[in-house]
């Protein structure tokens, strides 16, 4: 019988080097442009223009538009940046250090976030002023979502442990970080303590609810 010949192995399609280059090409280009439009907030206020962000990276606004379908896209991406960068790193960072003591955390926590509103008013504010924008990102929103989300999972533990009913701890943890926002949104503009007695404040306040419905550390 005549041997049939065996088919070639299909070899593998190359992959387009050219394609992924540009991809990452540009997408490095937009975070520079992202970068250089938190600069331009930081300058120009809550109120910035494209302008302003062209002028800040050094470009023209066409070749922001190339980059951002608009400028509420910019916005977004904006948003994003301050989210990840700036708050919650600092947020969530002195949320989940231990220091041995329930109220010396809560102050680092609550210091934390006045010192970001001390550091970076016109970023706290332009994030503010972007609150409730419909269909569009709300960075208060999702940040105070973000820290009471992992406030409530270490007041569950911190209960579970105990072999104590948990059911309240998100409760509570949405309750503090409420709390504490907006009191400290309202001192932002009307200044009546110092920023140290502020955190003194809250921290008391935030300290004595919770202080009552935890258990002892173990």
């Known amino acids: 019988m005549q041997r049939v010949a065996e088919a070639p192995a299909t070899a593998p399609a190359p992959t387009d ?17 992202v970068g250089a439009a938190v600069e331009a907030v930081r300058l120009a206020g809550s109120e910035f223009s494209v302008d302003d962000v062209a002028r800040s ?3 023209s606004k066409t070749v922001i538009y190339r980059y951002f379908g608009d400028k509420d896209e910019l916005i977004d991406a904006v948003l994003d940046r301050i989210s990840q960068a700036v708050l919650l790193p600092r947020l ?9 003591d329930d109220r010396a955390q809560l102050r680092a926590v609550i210091a934390a976030f006045v010192s970001l509103i001390e550091d970076e008013p016109a970023l706290y504010r332009f994030a503010y002023a972007q609150a409730g ?17 992992a406030l409530g999972g270490l007041l569950t533990q911190r209960l579970t442990d105990a072999e104590r009913p948990a059911d309240g701890a998100m409760t509570w943890a949405y ?18 303590v110092p920023a140290a007695d502020l955190v003194d404040q809250l921290t008391a306040l935030a300290d004595g609810g919770l202080g009552t419905l935890l258990p002892p550390r173990s």
């Not at 969530?92 to 041995?100: N, Q, S, W």
């Not at 309750?175 to 009546?192: F, K």
């Open 57 to 59: 990276a050094g470009v």
């Open 92 to 100: 969530l960072g002195e949320l989940t250090g231990d220091r041995g």
């Open 175 to 192: 309750g503090v970080v409420g709390m504490v926002q907006l009191a400290t949104h309202w001192w932002s503009a009307a200044r009546t």
């Open 133 to 149: 924008r419909t269909g569009r990102a709300d960075l208060v929103a999702a940040t105070e979502h973000a820290v009471a989300t």
């Open 17 to 33: 080097g050219r394609r992924s280059r540009w991809t990452e090409h540009r997408r490095a280009r937009r975070e520079d442009l």
